[in-house]
């Protein structure tokens, strides 16, 4: 029987996802622009079995709400595919789970990638784009490496912008809370959507953002892309703030981090920070740049930890046979 493994990474959207138009699916309310983390990865190990209930084992528990969130995935793969085999599933992060690092994309990717293979049903990519966003709106990115566009709207899939060898940007993750987060994604974008007098506005200007982010993609501004990006990181989280209730997913260390990017690009450094729903900041380099500004990031009172990686995260299925 084919047992697969499945290597898969984080992504980080640079132009935000925030907002669902249908909640079921996870239909985004906005396309996104991201790029895939090498250094961030899962790696699931998966197999059907013959067995009549999926065995879910993710960064070695077997209950709780990643393996009920996981459970929910199959259940539904199987549905939409008029499948009824079941699985052996084996997953584990080599970073901090729940904080923000979006693990659930990585995760989410690697299921999808693997009953596309395991049930043999020859999906093209986009199709596994648009099963792993069944999971979670982000993982629909993390099927493809490099620079990602998710697009909105009922079919909403992700595509490879390009290679991450075309710009090799590099990236400090900045850990600055060791804590889970208290609201999760999909809770904070339906209270956004249902609550924040900003919400209509950031739905409105989103379009713009994304073209910016492509434009400078295309022509390797680091300037532009900073630009955008932070616009696009602060406007999601002002959007989030003025929810009823705030949700406030910064620390007092995010904020030195922010100030500490900004003096830096100020000394003539170019170096960007984006924050998803979480306190980590993740803090973009030119080649070559990531070693000098981890240095200085590890030197912020506050700063727990720093992974260096760059961009890639093209997934990789290797399968056994026994
Ligand atoms: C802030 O993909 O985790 O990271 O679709 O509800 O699972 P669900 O949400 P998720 O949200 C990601 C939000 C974000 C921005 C982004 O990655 O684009």
């Known amino acids: 029987m ?16 925030w907002g669902k138009s249908d909640l079921p699916g996870n239909i985004p309310a906005v396309g996104s622009v991201s790029i895939g983390l090498e250094g961030l990865a899962t790696v699931t190990r998966m197999q059907v079995h013959d067995g009549s209930i999926d065995h879910i084992t993710i960064n070695g528990d077997n209950g709780g709400a990643a393996v009920a969130r996981v459970q929910k995935f199959l259940n539904r793969a199987r549905d939409l595919y008029g499948r009824t085999e079941c699985f052996e599933v084996r997953s584990s992060n080599n970073f901090p789970t729940g904080t923000g690092l979006a693990s659930s994309a990585s995760g989410f990717a690697a299921l999808a990638l693997g009953v596309d293979k395991l049930l043999s049903l020859g ?28 697009h909105a709207g009922p079919e909403a ?70 630009t955008v990006s932070e616009h696009s990181c602060l406007k999601m989280h002002a959007t989030i703030m003025a929810s009823r209730p705030g949700v406030l997913y910064w620390n007092g260390t995010t904020i030195d981090v922010i100030h500490r990017v900004r003096a830096l690009r100020k000394q003539g450094i170019p170096v960007f920070f984006t924050i998803d729903a979480g306190a980590q900041v993740k803090v973009v380099c030119m080649p070559g740049g990531a070693e000098s500004v981890e240095k200085e990031l590890l030197a912020i009172p506050g700063v727990i930890e720093t992974i260096s990686t760059f961009i890639g995260g093209e997934p990789q299925i290797t399968r056994t046979s026994h």
């Open 157 to 226: 899939f992700a595509s490879k912008i390009t290679d991450g060898a075309t710009w090799p940007l590099e990236v400090v993750i900045t850990l600055t809370s060791a804590a889970p987060k208290e609201t999760g994604s999909t809770e904070g974008m339906e209270l956004s959507k249902r609550t924040s007098p900003f919400f209509e506005s950031w739905i409105n200007t989103h379009e713009a953002d994304l073209s910016i982010a492509r434009e400078a993609i295309a022509e390797r501004d680091f300037e532009k892309l900073a």
């Open 2 to 17: 084919d047992n697969l493994e499945i290597r898969t990474c984080a992504n980080i959207a640079l132009v935000k996802y």
């Open 123 to 150: 999906l093209t990519r986009q199709a596994v784009s648009q099963l792993a966003r069944e999971g979670s709106g982000s993982a629909a990115r993390s099927v493809f490496g490099g620079f990602v566009e998710m």
